[in-house]
């Protein structure tokens, strides 16, 4: 099946920095959606960008779907200590949908 | 408006033994999902029902798992017999329609089998 590459696995920031990670497939999707999640709960949508080459913004995050369909980024401006967590991207396609393993990011107060 | 609501959150059980976990999706969604995800990982899709019609149920583990969703609200996920591998999260998720690709996932389902 398609697999999502998600890239890094991990990141330590300090409070106040900004923050990239991206996702890349083999295969082309038609939606791309990235997920937070928190120890102990449910992933939770951040995103969701549903063209090609479309640029999204939600608050501090913003998202892009890569141009090739193969490819989505995220970044996070001005990080604060809540933005803790695991960051997923997802990619659907033909009613199918594939998570990437996560970026995990701490952030030093 | 309430979330998706799942039982038990956690769940400890020795291998071979059965276990069943209960979702209940947002009012009005049409669409249900269960992932597993295992640790370190991310969900991967178990079964998606379309009210109370299975959409896709290819990578769900037929010989040990089943789930249900009989009315087309609520949904049960059942493993019998459980095996070491099975340890992960269950995550139910509901959607608008199978539409929409925008899902809302439930708090999960932490299953131990020893």
């Known amino acids: 099946g398609q697999q999502l590459n998600q890239s890094p696995q991990s990141m330590f920031i300090q409070e106040g920095e900004d923050v990239s990670m991206n996702c890349t497939s083999s295969?082309?999707?038609?939606?791309w959606l990235w997920y937070k999640q928190d120890p102990g709960e449910g992933p939770v949508l951040l995103i969701a960008?549903?063209?090609?080459?479309e640029l999204t913004s939600n608050g501090r995050l913003t998202a892009q779907f890569g141009i090739t369909r193969k490819d989505s980024f995220l970044n996070i401006s001005a990080s604060i200590p809540s933005d803790v967590g695991i960051y997923f991207c997802?990619?659907?396609?033909?009613?199918?949908?594939?998570f990437g393993a996560g970026t995990r990011l701490t952030v030093k107060p | 408006e309430a979330g998706v609501a799942q039982s038990p959150r956690y769940k400890i059980i020795e291998k071979r033994q059965s276990v069943a976990f209960w979702c209940n999706p947002i009012?009005?969604?049409?669409?249900l999902y269960w992932y597993q995800q295992i640790l370190g990982q991310g969900p991967k899709l178990l079964i998606q029902f379309q009210n109370n019609g299975v959409v896709d149920d290819s990578q769900l583990p037929k010989d040990r798992f089943s789930a249900e969703r009989l009315k087309g609200v609520d949904s049960t996920l059942k493993i019998q017999p459980a095996k070491l591998e099975d340890s992960a999260v269950y995550l139910c998720?509901?959607?608008?329609?199978?539409?929409?690709?925008?899902?809302?996932f439930g708090p999960g389902t932490r299953l131990t089998v020893t």
């Open positions: 997802a990619g659907h396609r033909d009613n199918d949908m594939r």
């Open positions: 009012s009005g969604h049409a669409t």
């Open positions: 295969s082309i999707f038609n939606t």
């Open positions: 960008l549903y063209k090609a080459g």
């Open positions: 998720a509901s959607s608008i329609s199978s539409g929409s690709y925008e899902q809302y």
